[in-house]
T-cell receptor, first 114, second 115 residues
Framework: AQSVTQLGSHVSVSEGALVLLRCNYSSSVPPYLFWYVQYPNQGLQLLLKYTTGATLVKGINGFEAEFKKSETSFHLTKPSAHMSDAAEYFCAVNGETSGSRLTFGEGTQLTVNP | DTAVSQTPKYLVTQMGNDKSIKCEQNLGHDTMYWYKQDSKKFLKIMFSYNNKELIINETVPNRFSPKSPDKAHLNLHINSLELGDSAVYFC??????????????FGEGSRLTVL
């Protein structure tokens, strides 16, 4: 079984401040991990992914995430928030050995204040 | 060309009606999925087909019936619609099933509102 927990359904930061969105996962096999962003009334856009190899992965729009196996975490960060970053962010895991289903966290709504 | 396209994008209907949402992918992928995003924005997989065969069927009411006429299409038919079926339904596809099957590509979603 696999699951994802995103701590904090709402995160609010000031423009230019550090963004930190937390994600913890559980998986019975080595996981693949993903962060998606969803802008209002739009579909899901992949920000970044971790499969194997380097544990620090860089994505689009200046986001990055670090896979920490010992902490079962995959937190998303961005050094300096921009107004355009305001959106819903989803962490997802694929740890299944058969059937490539994604299990999503409940999402974190990021608000960026001017 | 849109990689994963869903129609309709918006659907408003009455309780008890039957409706379908269509999905087509032009990526040559073998595997397709339906996900449901509820009013709290929680996303959960409903079904997955690999080469027209059902491989994932979560605990979804049997009022929901997916159909895959070929591997490029996965349609979702819903009978006897209920208020709780109101959601955004996302279609997705990946190259293959399995952990290394490639990243799913999502459609833009179909927002179903049941009155």
């Amino acid at each position: 079984a696999q699951s994802v927990t995103q701590l904090g359904s709402h995160v609010s930061v000031s423009e230019g401040a550090l963004v930190l969105l937390r994600c913890n996962y559980s998986s019975s096999v080595p996981p693949y991990l993903f962060w998606y962003v969803q802008y209002p009334n739009q579909g899901l856009q992949l920000l970044l992914k971790y499969t194997t190899g380097a544990t620090l992965v860089k994505g689009i729009n200046g986001f990055e995430a670090e896979f920490k196996k010992s902490e079962t975490s995959f937190h998303l960060t961005k050094p300096s928030a921009h107004m355009s970053d305001a959106a819903e962010y989803f962490c997802a895991v694929n740890g299944e050995t058969s059937g490539s289903r994604l299990t999503f966290g409940e999402g974190t709504q990021l608000t960026v204040n001017p | 060309d849109t990689a994963v396209s869903q129609t309709p994008k918006y659907l408003v209907t009455q309780m008890g009606n039957d409706k379908s949402i269509k999905c087509e992918q032009n990526l040559g992928h073998d595997t397709m999925y339906w996900y449901k995003q509820d009013s709290k924005k929680f996303l959960k997989i409903m079904f997955s087909y690999n080469n027209k065969e059902l491989i994932i069927n979560e605990t979804v009411p049997n009022r929901f019936s997916p159909k895959s006429p070929d591997k490029a299409h996965l349609n979702l038919h819903i009978n006897s619609l209920e208020l709780g079926d109101s959601a955004v339904y996302f279609c997705a596809s990946s190259q293959h099933a399995g952990l290394a099957g490639g990243l799913p590509t999502f459609g833009e979603g179909s927002r179903l509102t049941v009155l």
